[in-house]
C-alpha cells in the first residue's frame, strides 16, 4: 500500500515548496535582482574595473579590485573563468586571481539579494564581510605558499588591463534605480510596510478560493512552510504569462524589438505592483491593501521605464535586456527544480538528525556544513533554498554560514576547471584552505549569533589571524634563508 | 578568404555569436571559414578578459560582448579590404 501513498506525499510536498516558493519569494526579490545582474553586465564597461588588475599595481589595490570584479563583473561564469585565467597569466598573478575566484561565486550580487531576501539581511551580510576577509585572505596565502612559481609570468605587456573604461551617468542612474526598487519591495521597514489607504473590489469568492488552495496545498506552519495565498495563485499566473511572453519577445531580441518585448516588460511591472500590495479576501469582496512598497515600487517603475525609452541607446536596452534574460534562462530553470528537490528531501530528513549534527554552535556541526557543501553540488543560487531548509529543520546560522560559504566555491566542476589553469597542486591547496576558513567563518559567526560580544568575536578573529600572519612569516623567513644559502650561480 | 574565430567555451553568448556571424558571413555571400575555439588556453592567447571573442584574420576585433550585424559587417568589410 505504502510505497504508492509514500510517492505521493513526496510529490505533493515537492510541489508545495514550489508553489509557496514562487508566491513568497520570487518575485519582489529575484526578479529584480535577475534585472540588476543583467545592467551591471550590460552597463558597467569591464575595464572600469580590470585596469586595476595589471601587473604594476600595489597590492594595496588589487586585491580589493580583484574581490570587486568578483562581485560586480562575474555572476556568469563566461566572465569567471577568462578573467580568473587573465588576472593569474597575465596580470595580478595568483593571489588576486584567488580572491577574485573566491569572491565572485559567495558574494556576486545575485547570490547577495537572493541569500538577504529569502534567509535574512544578517546572514547575507555575514557572507558578504566573512567572503570579503577570507577571500582576499586565502589569496595572500596562496601568492606566498607558490610565490616561486607566481614569478614566471608570461612575458605579455600590460597593455591588456591596460584598457580606460568609463561608465556613463545615465547608466550608473539606471543601476541605482534599479537597486531601490528592490530596496521597496524588500525592506522591512514600517515606511514601507504600512498601509496608506484600502481598496475594495467587488470579486466575491475569492476567500473561497484562498480556502479551496490552503486545502489543496496543505502546510503545517511550524515546520516553517508556507501557505499559497490567492495573492500568490495570481502571481504564479502572471509569472507563466511573462515566461511565454519573454520568450518570444527576448530570445530574438537581435532581430529587433517586437512587441512581445515590451508586452513582457509590461507584465514584469505589473507582477511586481501586484506582489507589492497587500491583498485580503473576503466574503463581500477583495480587499487590497495600498501600502508604501507599492508607491516606492510605482516610482521606480516609472523612472526606469522613463530612462529606458529616452536615454538608452537601442544597443544598450537590447544588451541589458538580453542579459537579464540570459540569466533567467540559465538560473531560474535550475532554481524551479532545485526547489522541488528541496521540498521532496524535506519530506525525508528527519529534523532531529540535522539537530544532533548541527543545531549547535560546535567544530563539529561546522565541518558538518562544510562537508555537505563540498560533496554536494548544486547550480547557482540552489544553495539558498537548500540552506533555507535546514534552517527550518533546525540548523543552527553558524553552520548554516558555514555551509554557505563551502557550497559555492567548491563544486567538482569548478575544480576541475581551476586545475587546468593553476595545475593540480594548487587547485587542492585552495580547497583545503576555502574548507578551513570556511568552517572557521561558521564557528565565529554561530558564536556571535549565540550571544558573544562584539569584541570577544573581533578578538577571535584577530587571534586567529595573527597566528596566520605569524606562520606565514615564520615560512617566508625560512624560506629566504635557503634561497640566500644557494650559491647565486646554480 | 576570411577565417574567422568564435572564441568562448559554449556559454549562451559564444554560440549566440557564432550564430550572428555565420549569417552575416550568409548575407553578405562571402567565403569565409568560421571556427569555434573552446579550449582556455587557446583562448587566453588572443588575450581578452571576457568571452565571447570575435577574431578575423587572426585579429581581435571584439571581445566580452556581442556585437551588433552591422559591427559584424564592418569588421567583415575591414578585413577583405586588407586583404
Known amino acids: 500500500m505504502n510505497i504508492l501513498s509514500f510517492l505521493t506525499d513526496l510529490l505533493y510536498s515537492g510541489l508545495g515548496n514550489l508553489a509557496s516558493y514562487l508566491a513568497a519569494h520570487v518575485l519582489l526579490c529575484l526578479l529584480p535582482a535577475f534585472y540588476i545582474a543583467g545592467a551591471m553586465t550590460a552597463l558597467i564597461p569591464k575595464e572600469t574595473v580590470t585596469r586595476f588588475l595589471g601587473r604594476n599595481t600595489p597590492k594595496l589595490i588589487s586585491y580589493p579590485a580583484a574581490a570587486l570584479a568578483g562581485s560586480l563583473l562575474a555572476v556568469c561564469s563566461c566572465t569567471i573563468v577568462p578573467l580568473f585565467a587573465g588576472i593569474y597569466k597575465k596580470g595580478a598573478g595568483l593571489g588576486p586571481a584567488i580572491t577574485f575566484l573566491f569572491f565572485a561565486p559567495a558574494a556576486n550580487i545575485l547570490a547577495l539579494i537572493y541569500t538577504g531576501g529569502v534567509i535574512g539581511i544578517d546572514l547575507a551580510i555575514a557572507r558578504l564581510i566573512l567572503s570579503l576577509a577570507f577571500g582576499i585572505g586565502i589569496g595572500i596565502i596562496m601568492a606566498l605558499i607558490f610565490r616561486n612559481e607566481d614569478v614566471e609570468h608570461d612575458k605579455a605587456t600590460d597593455a591588456m588591463f591596460a584598457a580606460q573604461g568609463k561608465m556613463r551617468c545615465v547608466a550608473l542612474i539606471f543601476l541605482l534605480v534599479l537597486v531601490s526598487l528592490l530596496l521597496s519591495g524588500t525592506l522591512k521597514v514600517g515606511l514601507l510596510t504600512d498601509t496608506y489607504a484600502t481598496l475594495t473590489v467587488p470579486i466575491s469568492g475569492m476567500d473561497k478560493f484562498q480556502g479551496f488552495l490552503y486545502n489543496l496545498i496543505p502546510y503545517d506552519s511550524t515546520k516553517g512552510e508556507e501557505g499559497v495565498t490567492a495573492q500568490g495563485a495570481i502571481l504564479i499566473a502572471l509569472l507563466v504569462l511573462i515566461g511565454i511572453t519573454s520568450w518570444k519577445g527576448m530570445e530574438n531580441i537581435f532581430d529587433g524589438f517586437n512587441i512581445w518585448t515590451w508586452t513582457s516588460l509590461s507584465l514584469v511591472a505589473l507582477t511586481l505592483l501586484i506582489a507589492a500590495v497587500g491583498m485580503s479576501p473576503r466574503s463581500v469582496g477583495l480587499d487590497i491593501l495600498i501600502n508604501g512598497k507599492f508607491f516606492g515600487v510605482l516610482t521606480a517603475l516609472v523612472i526606469l521605464g522613463w530612462i529606458l525609452k529616452t536615454k538608452l541607446t537601442e544597443d544598450e536596452t537590447r544588451d541589458f535586456l538580453w542579459e537579464s534574460w540570459k540569466f533567467v534562462k540559465q538560473i531560474f530553470p535550475l532554481l524551479v527544480v532545485g526547489v522541488f528537490a528541496v521540498g521532496v528531501i524535506r519530506a525525508l530528513i528527519k529534523p532531529e538528525w540535522i539537530e544532533t549534527l548541527a543545531g549547535q554552535n560546535t567544530l563539529l556541526g561546522n565541518l558538518a556544513g562544510v562537508v555537505f557543501g563540498v560533496f554536494m553540488y548544486f547550480p547557482t543560487l540552489v544553495e539558498v533554498p537548500i540552506a533555507q531548509m535546514f534552517l527550518s529543520l533546525g540548523m543552527h546560522r553558524g553552520p548554516l554560514l558555514a555551509y554557505l560559504m563551502a557550497d559555492p566555491e567548491l563544486s567538482l566542476q569548478s575544480i576541475l576547471i581551476i586545475s587546468t589553469i593553476i595545475g593540480k597542486l594548487k587547485s587542492w591547496t585552495y580547497v583545503a584552505w576555502v574548507a578551513l576558513f570556511s568552517t572557521l567563518a561558521g564557528l565565529i559567526y554561530g558564536a556571535w549569533v549565540d550571544g558573544a560580544s562584539i569584541g570577544l568575536v573581533s578578538l577571535y578573529l584577530i587571534v586567529f589571524l595573527a597566528l596566520l600572519s605569524a606562520l606565514l612569516w615564520f615560512v617566508n623567513h625560512r624560506n629566504e634563508q635557503k634561497s640566500a644559502s644557494v650559491p647565486a650561480d646554480c | ?83
Open chain 2, 1 to 83: 578568404m576570411l577565417t574567422i574565430k568564435v572564441l568562448g567555451s559554449g556559454c549562451a553568448n559564444c554560440k549566440r555569436l557564432e550564430q550572428i556571424a555565420h549569417k552575416v558571413v550568409e548575407d553578405m555571400s562571402m567565403q569565409a571559414e568560421i571556427i569555434k575555439v573552446t579550449d582556455y588556453n587557446d583562448i587566453m592567447a588572443y588575450n581578452i578578459l571576457s568571452t565571447p571573442g570575435l577574431v578575423v584574420n587572426e585579429k581581435l576585433v571584439s571581445a566580452g560582448r556581442i556585437p551588433s550585424e552591422a559591427e559584424i559587417t564592418t569588421f567583415l568589410t575591414n578585413a577583405l579590404m586588407a586583404e
